[in-house]
């Protein structure tokens, strides 16, 4: 089931080049449209609220379909959006194009990992996960330095007319890889919705939110900290990011390990480690071989924690697991919006740069806390973490 996987990580990997690449480009598309660097940021902002409001309308209306064609028309509609991207002739109209993309990321991540999950034994469902969230950290490995570099060279329009063939190339690899015949629950979604009622659910995704919210309260605005503080050059900055995606890339990979290993425990100690290192980068970003350290540890533990939660939100989720994990894509592109439109904010009134990394420290801990209540919640109940949905309901 190889080939299937890679067809899923080659999508995840354009979606991921799309959604990231934008913040390496922020000083060059910010002067091209007359907009401040802060007002660009909120492009990051506009995309993660297209995932959160699509999430729920798009699992709605392709709950009945096949999986397969679902994937198919996910696929179809990044492409569109990206080329849209690639027309934009002003602000407005490049932060509609963003949205239109955006509405296909939460539905494809939720239905592709519940997809991935299904196709290896249980004792590997993670690790699956894991492996199509590949293409998401190999987006920032090879996919944002080089859209970054050549939107730097050729004009940022040029990275999204790269993306767009991107996601031909992996329209055509679904198409001929992912197996048709894909078992999947097509009952009442209006009835599923009550997965939202349970506390093990509703934890997770906070824990999505916050986890997603303390990485882009900094991360939006990594190329002007770098720049300014550390006093690297774009030609630098592309190559940290390089260095940031090899991280991503590593921690999804332990990060996968780690939940078929022992789930909760592991995504506790990844907390505490993802809110000592944001403390360190505070200290570190002045100076450039230890800034360029720290970057790279904190890009492993801020992606090591993203196939344990949706993980988490599966198994939490009997009964619904695919409006569930569709719904998480949700919560962390909340998180998303909510870090972009933070750091934004904190710089607004006056925040450095350089101290961007507290406020993402404090957003870890708090996922921390909801890690450890989520613990302490399932050893009083003594339990299973839920009750099959019924869908008669």
Request: neutral net charge.
């Amino acid at each position: 089931m190889r080939m299937p996987l890679l067809a899923l990580a080659m999508a995840s990997f354009g979606i991921g080049t799309t959604e990231f690449v934008i913040m390496g480009l922020l000083p060059e598309v910010a002067a091209d449209l007359g907009v401040s660097i802060p007002a660009a940021g909120l492009l990051v902002t506009g995309y993660a609220m297209g995932v959160v409001i699509g999430a729920p309308i798009v699992a709605i209306i392709t709950n009945s379909l096949p999986r397969k064609a679902t994937l198919i028309g996910l696929s179809s509609m990044f492409v569109l959006g990206n080329f849209l991207c690639a027309v934009s002739p002003d602000y407005w109209m490049l932060m509609g194009a963003r949205v239109v993309t955006a509405f296909c990321h939460g539905a494809f991540f939720g239905i592709g990992a519940v997809v991935a999950s299904n196709l290896v034994p249980p004792n590997q469902r993670a690790s699956a996960i894991a492996l199509m969230f590949a293409g998401l950290t190999l987006a920032n490995v090879l996919g944002v330095p080089a859209g970054t570099a050549l939107g730097q060279a050729m004009g940022w329009r040029s990275t999204f007319w790269a993306v767009v063939i991107i996601g031909i190339a992996a329209v055509t690899a679904i198409a001929l890889w992912v197996p048709r015949n894909i078992p999947h629950s097509s009952g009442n979604i209006v009835s599923e919705f009550a997965v939202l009622k349970r506390p093990q659910v509703l934890l997770a995704m906070g824990m999505s939110i916050l986890a997603s919210a303390s990485l882009f309260t900094v991360f939006t605005y990594i190329a002007p900290l770098l720049r300014d503080v550390t006093g690297m050059s774009p030609h630098t900055v592309t190559w940290v990011l390089v260095l940031f995606g090899i991280g991503i890339t590593i921690g999804n990979i332990v990060g996968g390990k780690l939940a078929d290993w022992r789930l909760m425990p592991s995504l506790m100690g990844i907390f505490v480690g993802l809110a000592a290192v944001l403390v360190v980068l505070v200290f570190a970003v002045p100076f450039a071989v230890a800034a360029v350290a720290t970057v790279f540890v904190w890009g492993i533990l801020v992606f090591a924690v993203v196939p344990p939660i949706q993980m988490r939100v599966v198994d939490s989720a009997v009964g619904a697991p695919n409006l569930a994990s569709t719904l998480n894509q949700g919560a962390f592109n909340l998180g998303n919006a909510g870090g972009a439109w933070i750091g934004g904010a904190a710089i607004t009134l006056g925040v450095g740069y350089a101290e961007l990394p507290w406020v993402g420290a404090a957003l870890a801990v708090g996922a921390l806390g909801l890690c450890v209540a989520s613990q302490a919640l399932e050893k009083r109940e003594g339990a299973p973490l839920a009750e099959p949905v019924c869908e008669e309901c």
